[in-house]
């Protein structure tokens, strides 16, 4: 177990680590009687301390905001019970379901194809709302129920801009390519003709030849 003790607003309850990446860690645990995750952005020790905590504080409050944004846009996404931006602490829901990565190669071809087209969707209207994820894997998406939720806002901005969802739908593909390879076509056509029923044709095909372009220009490994 590990216990929290935040110097800002709250003194978080005991909880257990279930992931520590490179900036944060993810502590599942409670707050008043919910499940729930604390997402704990640690202080660097390679940047000077005043630094540290101003850029900690930003991209927490960064965070919650692309959150609150998601869900204005249709998208579900934890919901959010406490900002401490003075611990670079937030507490949101546990989100109980399953991980995409962990449904794919588990249920039929129909299923996968309704699951995908659903993920195009909701993706686009991230896109069409002007937010870019910044971190689109099928990690990243759980199935909770007969609807999806977005997870990890951490890499989140505002942003219109082609390349930045050209990069999201990038990361994607490269996921499933790389990860799900007997499944790639069946569940890449799905998400793309989900995400072009709501962009519309016009805008799928400029993001498309963008993505194209991102390839050509060897900025990531080329994913058939």
Same mark, same amino acid.
């Given at each position: 177990?590990?216990?929290?003790?935040?110097?800002?607003?709250?003194?978080?309850?005991?909880?257990?680590?279930?992931?520590?990446?490179?900036?944060?860690?993810?502590?599942?645990?409670?707050?008043?009687?919910?499940?729930?995750?604390?997402?704990?952005?640690?202080?660097?020790?390679?940047?000077?301390?005043?630094?540290?905590?101003?850029?900690?504080?930003?991209?927490?409050?960064?965070?919650?905001?692309?959150?609150?944004?998601?869900?204005?846009?249709?998208?579900?996404?934890?919901? +959010?019970?406490?900002?401490?931006?003075?611990?670079? %602490? *937030? $507490?949101? !829901?546990?989100?109980?379901?399953?991980?995409? /990565?962990? &449904?794919?190669?588990?249920?039929?071809?129909?299923?996968?194809?309704?699951?995908?087209?659903?993920?195009?969707?909701?993706?686009?209207?991230?896109?069409?709302?002007?937010?870019?994820?910044?971190?689109?894997?099928?990690?990243?998406?759980?199935?909770?129920?007969?609807?999806?939720?977005?997870?990890?806002?951490?890499?989140?901005?505002?942003?219109?801009?082609?390349?930045?969802?050209?990069?999201?739908?990038?990361?994607?593909?490269?996921?499933?390519?790389?990860?799900?390879?007997?499944?790639?076509?069946?569940? +890449?056509?799905?998400?793309?003709?989900?995400?072009? %029923? *709501? $962009?519309? !044709?016009?805008?799928?095909?400029?993001?498309? /030849?963008? &993505?194209?372009?991102?390839?050509?220009?060897?900025?990531?490994?080329?994913?058939?």
């Amino acid at each position: 177990m590990t216990r929290l003790k935040s110097p800002g607003e709250a003194d978080y309850a005991s909880g257990r680590l279930i992931y520590r990446g490179a900036e944060a860690d993810i502590i599942k645990g409670e707050w008043q009687g919910l499940d729930v995750v604390y997402k704990v952005r640690k202080p660097l020790e390679y940047r000077l301390p005043i630094l540290d905590g101003a850029i900690r504080q930003r991209r927490t409050l960064r965070e919650a905001e692309m959150i609150h944004q998601a869900k204005k846009a249709g998208v579900e996404a934890p919901c +959010l019970y406490h900002v401490d931006p003075a611990s670079a %602490t *937030l $507490v949101m !829901e546990f989100v109980s379901g399953d991980r995409l /990565r962990d &449904l794919i190669g588990r249920i039929s071809t129909v299923e996968l194809a309704q699951v995908f087209f659903m993920f195009g969707r909701d993706v686009a209207r991230l896109h069409a709302s002007g937010i870019m994820h910044g971190d689109l894997t099928t990690a990243n998406v759980v199935r909770r129920g007969k609807s999806l939720v977005f997870i990890d806002f951490g890499l989140s901005m505002r942003s219109e801009r082609l390349e930045d969802h050209a990069v999201d739908i990038r990361l994607i593909k490269e996921t499933v390519v790389g990860a799900h390879s007997d499944f790639a076509l069946e569940a +890449l056509e799905a998400f793309y003709k989900g995400y072009s %029923t *709501l $962009v519309g !044709e016009t805008r799928f095909r400029q993001v498309m /030849r963008q &993505l194209q372009n991102i390839e050509r220009r060897g900025r990531y490994a080329r994913v058939a």
